[in-house]
């Protein structure tokens, strides 16, 4: 695995994990890497500083507080990650707009939850059933939502069974 610092058109930057050089360029040159910020499909590599290791660390032994800084990570698509939070080399971004971002993202999985609500039946921990029912033709198609077990849900992706898994926000009382 090789970790590339990249960036935008709009130099956001931003740290994504490959298996090789060579999986970078494919991806890159079919636009399936976006910047995690504004979108942009157009990335290239930003110039990068090496990581030279300190103190008597080897590079395959764990930090001291035993989280490597990339464990949080999510996938990008085409198998790049990339890191929940930036590292030193990237600019950090101001706590305003990380503040309105975290809220724009909290206000719009409120309406999904809502729209969910709305137009959905809920079928609880029997979720992967009546999906299986509706997929199979055994009852009328209809908008579901409910519990699944991560077992559950590979099972239904491998029979084909068109489902979303969202974050789910508890209610508030505001």
């Keep these: 695995m090789i970790l590339f610092v990249l960036k935008c058109t709009a130099d956001h930057r931003f740290e994504a994990w490959f298996r090789n050089g060579d999986a970078y360029e494919t991806q ?5 890497i976006a910047c995690p910020v504004c ?25 001291r ?3 490597a800084p990339e464990a949080a990570a999510t996938e990008a698509g ?3 990650t990339v890191p929940a939070a930036p590292s030193p080399a ?14 724009e993202v909290m206000r719009q ?20 059933e009546e999906a299986r029912r509706i997929h199979y033709g055994e009852t009328d198609p209809r ?6 077990t991560d077992k559950e849900a ?5 029979e084909g069974v068109t489902f979303g898994r969202i974050p789910w926000l508890p209610r508030t009382n505001s």
Excluded: Q, W
């Design 28 to 32: 890159a040159a079919a636009k399936a």
């Design 39 to 63: 979108g942009d499909p157009h990335i290239t590599k930003a110039p990068m500083a090496p990581r030279i290791a300190k103190g008597g660390r080897s590079r395959d032994e764990a930090p």
């Design 65 to 67: 507080d035993g989280c």
């Design 78 to 80: 085409g198998g790049a």
């Design 90 to 103: 990237t600019p950090a971004v101001p706590a305003e707009l990380r503040e309105r971002f975290a809220a």
């Design 109 to 128: 999985l409120t309406e999904v939850r809502r729209t969910v609500e709305t137009n959905c039946d809920y079928v609880g921990d029997r979720f992967a």
């Design 143 to 148: 908008g579901i939502y409910g519990e699944a």
């Design 154 to 158: 590979e099972e239904l992706k491998e």
